[in-house]
Each structure stands twice: as structure tokens, then as C-alpha cells.
Nanobody, 121 residues
Framework: QVQLVESGGGLVQAGGSLRLSCVAS????????LAWFRQAPGKERESVAR????????DYADSVKGRFTISRDNAKNTLYLQMNSLKPEETAVYYC??????????????WGQGTQVTVSS
């Protein structure tokens, strides 16, 4: 089992940047594929980016390609999301998630509590 705690959210102007972090408990962090999701008010949760156990593979939503970068540091049990050129419509609660399944599995077993990102226009 793993527990996930996000941080780094906040208020930023449109065009600005934020870096989110997600720290995991436990000694098996490197055995999980990880992802970032977001949920805006009144909208369904959507996948933003994901990264494989060894960071060899990454995958991004079309809407964030070229602006967001997902990364991980297995030695620090930490997942990151660097977000650049943020847009007001990206205001949402951002969640990190972990799965022990394979790269093709899109269902996640563990979730953090979320961190609020607000982008002002």
C-alpha cells in the first residue's frame, strides 16, 4: 500500500508556471506507474499525464503537450508535474495516483487528497 500527498498548488496568473509534487510513503514507490489527474468544478476528472515505473515512458493529454512535464525521483519517492503557460481553464484540483498494474492499465489503486491550482486571467 502507498499513501500519496500532493503539494505545490496555488494561485498563478495566466501564462505562469507551477510545479506540483507528490510524495509517497512506503518502500515500493518504484514499483508503481504514476499519474496526474485534475478535476475542475462541475467537470469530470481527467488524466493529465502519466509516467512508468522507471520513467522510460510518459504520456500526456493533448491539451497539455509541450507545456507540462511529468517526472519522478524514485530515490526521493516523489512525483512531479511542471506546468508552464498555464491557462484559466486549467483551474482545478490536481491529484496524483498510483497503480501496480502494467503500463496499459488505466485504473489507479491509490490517490492523493489533491492540491488546488487556480489560474487567474
Amino acid at each position: 500500500q502507498v499513501q500519496l500527498v500532493e503539494s505545490g498548488g496555488g494561485l498563478v496568473q495566466a501564462g505562469g508556471s507551477l510545479r506540483l509534487s507528490c510524495v509517497a510513503s512506503g518502500r515500493t514507490f518504484s514499483s508503481y506507474n504514476l499519474a496526474w489527474f485534475r478535476q475542475a468544478p462541475g467537470k469530470e476528472r481527467e488524466s493529465v499525464a502519466r509516467i512508468s515505473r522507471n520513467a522510460l515512458y510518459t504520456d500526456y493529454a493533448d491539451s497539455v503537450k509541450g507545456r507540462f512535464t511529468i517526472s519522478r525521483d524514485n530515490a526521493k519517492n516523489t512525483l512531479y508535474l511542471q506546468m508552464n503557460s498555464l491557462k484559466p481553464e486549467e483551474t482545478a484540483v490536481y491529484y496524483c495516483a498510483a497503480t501496480s498494474g502494467g503500463w496499459g492499465r488505466r485504473e489507479y489503486d491509490y490517490w492523493g487528497q489533491g492540491t488546488q491550482v487556480t489560474v487567474s486571467s
